[in-house]
C-alpha cells in the first residue's frame, strides 16, 4: 500500500472512534521496524521524525526509507514532521514528501503563532500536504505549566484564522516522563472539541507516554484522533539493551551492535503494539475509499529502490555484496 493522507487517516479514525498512533523515530532503521509491527496487529500508522533531530536524519532519506516500507506493507502509513521549529524546516519536509507537518509555534504570541502557521498551512496545502498547529503550551519533565492550557475560544478563533488540519492541545498533557499521575482535563477538551467542529481540523495529543489506557479512551471519546509517542519507546529500547549487555557480557561478536540495536527496536515495537491496543487502532487496516487516494510519488526523491534491474533475477550485480557472508 502506498502511504496514505495524514488527514484521510484521521477521517477513518474519528469515524471509527479510535486514534492512530505517531511514533516518532531517530534513527533511519526504526520506521521499517514501526511498519513490520503494525502490520502483524493490523494497524494504521503515522511514522514521524521530530524536528529536533534532523542535524541526524535528514528528510530525504528518511522520507524515502519511510516510504519504500511503506509501499511493501499491508497497513496504511503516513510520514509526518513533529514540532517543526520554523516555517524553512516545514518547507523542507513537505518538498521531502511528508503527508504532513507541524509548525510548532506555541512559544510566539497568539498572533505571531496565527500568522507563521496560517504561511505553513499555506504553503503546505498547495504541495498537498496537511498541516498541524499548535495552540497552548506543553508541560515537559524540567517546566510545569500547565497554566497555559488551550483556550476553546481562541482554539476556534486560531483554526478558523490559519486553516490548520490538526490541532495539538494542551490539556494537562506532558513531554517526557510525567512527575507524577497525569490529570487531563476532559470538560476543557470537550469544549475545544465543540469549538472547533465548525471546521475540518482533527485533534491531536502529545505527550502520550505515561498516560492510562482509561485516559486515552476518555480522550479518544472527546474526539483526540493522533497520539504522540516517543519517550516510553525510548525508555523500553534502553532497558532492553541494558538487559541484553548484562546477560551477554562477554560478547564480542562482530555483529554486536546490530545485535544491540535490534533489542532496541524490540522495545520500541513493543510499546508501539502496546499503544495500537490502548487506543484500538490494531484490526483496522482496512482501506475506508478516501484512503484509496494515495499520495502521488513525490519525483523530487528519484526512483524507488531496489531498482527493476536489481528485482531481474538475471541482474548481474545481485549478490555481490550480501555473497560476502
Ligand atoms: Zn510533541
Known amino acids: 500500500m502506498p502511504l496514505v493522507k495524514t488527514t484521510d ?21 526504526q520506521p521499517k521496524a514501526l511498519i513490520e509491527a503494525a502490520e502483524k496487529i493490523k494497524s494504521p500508522l503515522i511514522v514521524v521524525e521530530p524536528g529536533v533531530i534532523e542535524k541526524y536524519v535528514n528528510f ?25 521549529l520554523s516555517l524553512e524546516q516545514c518547507e523542507r519536509a513537505v518538498l521531502a514528501g511528508f503527508t504532513s507537518v507541524m509548525y510548532d509555534g506555541s ?20 504541495h498537498g500536504c496537511a498541516v498541524e498547529g499548535e495552540l497552548g503550551a506543553l508541560g515537559s519533565s524540567f517546566v510545569d505549566i500547565t497554566e497555559t492550557m488551550t483556550d476553546p475560544e481562541k482554539a476556534r478563533e486560531f483554526v478558523e484564522r490559519t486553516g490548520v488540519d490538526i490541532l495539538a492541545v494542551s490539556i494537562g498533557n506532558s513531554h ?8 487531563l482535563d476532559f470538560e476543557r477538551l470537550a469544549e475545544i ?17 505515561g498516560i492510562s489506557e482509561e485516559h ?32 551477554h557480557p562477554d560478547y564480542t561478536g562482530n555483529y554486536d551492535t546490530c545485535d544491540m540495536t535490534a533489542e532496541i ?4 515495537v513493543a510499546y508501539e503494539t502496546k499503544c495500537a491496543e490502548m487506543f484500538e487502532s490494531a484490526g483496522r487496516d482496512e482501506v475506508l475509499p478516501d484512503l484509496l487516494n494515495a499520495v502521488p510519488v513525490n519525483d523530487r526523491l ?10 531481474n533475477p538475471d541482474f548481474k550485480g545481485k549478490g555481490i555484496y550480501w555473497d560476502k557472508f
Do not use: Q
Not at 527496536?265 to 520500541?268: E, M, T
Open 9 to 29: 487517516m484521521l477521517a477513518a479514525c474519528l469515524k471509527g472512534k479510535y486514534a492512530v498512533g505517531a511514533f516518532n523515530i531517530n534513527g533511519l532503521d
Open 60 to 84: 530525504e532519506d528518511f522520507a524515502l526509507v519511510t516510504r519504500r516500507a511503506a509501499r511493501d506493507a499491508g497497513v496504511p502509513v503516513s510520514i509526518h514532521l513533529s514540532h517543526g
Open 107 to 126: 512559544k510566539l504570541s497568539f498572533e505571531e503563532n496565527i500568522e507563521n502557521t496560517r504561511k505553513a498551512v499555506e504553503f503546505g496545502h498547495k
Open 176 to 183: 517526557g516522563f510525567y512527575k507524577g499521575t497525569p490529570h
Open 193 to 209: 472539541r465543540k469549538a472547533i467542529e465548525p471546521y475540518p481540523c482533527y485533534l491531536t495529543l502529545h505527550g502520550g507516554s
Open 216 to 247: 486515552f479512551k476518555k480522550a479518544i471519546a472527546e474526539g483526540i484522533v493522533k497520539v504522540c509517542i516517543y519517550t516510553e519507546m525510548c525508555s523500553e529500547g534502553r532497558a532492553n539493551a541494558i538487559r541484553w549487555y548484562a546477560e
Open 265 to 268: 527496536l524490540k522495545g520500541f
Open 302 to 311: 528519484g526512483p524507488e529502490y531496489p531498482s527493476a534491474a536489481a528485482l
